[in-house]
């Protein structure tokens, strides 16, 4: 979007979501927290995008204090960065 335009309402149609770092990249969704989160992921990094209202609308529904859960057996840890991220 331009400098001063607005986002559009909602329910208004809906564009691909496009990384910034990498704008041939479509973001897709990947929905977290056994679905009831709702990111985008990039393909490429593997990189995720929340919302702003997917995550309070999220918290509103999970609560004020969530514990954190340990990572499922077999599951991958994430590479290192190699440096600044636009994205």
Avoid: K, Y
């Amino acid at each position: 979007m331009a400098s001063g335009e607005r986002h559009p309402p909602v329910g208004a149609a809906r564009v691909a979501m496009r990384m910034t770092a990498q704008p041939t990249q479509t973001l897709v969704v990947a929905p977290l927290e056994g679905g009831q989160l709702t990111a985008r992921r990039c393909p490429s990094c593997n990189g995720h995008w929340i919302r702003s209202t997917d995550f309070w609308r999220w918290r509103a529904v999970a609560g004020e204090n969530l514990p954190e859960t340990p990572a499922p057996a077999g599951a991958l840890a994430p590479p290192e960065a190699g440096g600044l991220r636009l994205c």
